[in-house]
Nanobody, 117 residues
Framework: QVQLVESGGGLVQAGGSLRLSCESSESFTSFRAMGWYRQAPGEQRELVARITSDSQKTYADSVKGRFTISRDSAKRTVYLQMNSLKPEDTAVYYC???????????WGQGTQVTVSS
C-alpha cells in the first residue's frame, strides 16, 4: 500500500506563490510517473503537472510558465512550485502515483489552495 501525504496548501493573494509537497511511503523506483491534479467544486479533476520516471514533464496549458514540477528521490518527495497564482487556480490539489508494473494508482488526501483577488 502506497501512502501519499500532501502539504503546503493555503491561502494566498493573486500574484503570489506556493510550493506543494507530496511525500511517498515508497521509493520512486516503484512508480512510472507522479503528478499533481486539481479539482474545483462542480468541476472534473484535471491534470496539472506530471513527471515520468525518465523525467519527462507535462503541464496543463493553463499553468505552463507558472508552475514547475520537480522531485527529490532521496526524500521521496515530489514538489509543485506555483508562481503568479490566479483566482482560477483555486482548487483541491491531489498528488498521484502510477505503479511501474501494474494497473494501479495511488492518491493523496488533497490539499486546499485558495487564491484571493
Amino acid at each position: 500500500q502506497v501512502q501519499l501525504v500532501e502539504s503546503g496548501g493555503g491561502l494566498v493573494q493573486a500574484g503570489g506563490s506556493l510550493r506543494l509537497s507530496c511525500e511517498s511511503s515508497e521509493s520512486f523506483t516503484s512508480f512510472r510517473a507522479m503528478g499533481w491534479y486539481r479539482q474545483a467544486p462542480g468541476e472534473q479533476r484535471e491534470l496539472v503537472a506530471r513527471i515520468t520516471s525518465d523525467s519527462q514533464k507535462t503541464y496543463a496549458d493553463s499553468v505552463k510558465g507558472r508552475f514547475t514540477i520537480s522531485r527529490d528521490s532521496a526524500k521521496r518527495t515530489v514538489y509543485l512550485q506555483m508562481n503568479s497564482l490566479k483566482p482560477e487556480d483555486t482548487a483541491v490539489y491531489y498528488c498521484n502515483a502510477e505503479d511501474l508494473w501494474y494497473d494501479y494508482e495511488s492518491w493523496g488526501q488533497g490539499t486546499q489552495v485558495t487564491v484571493s483577488s
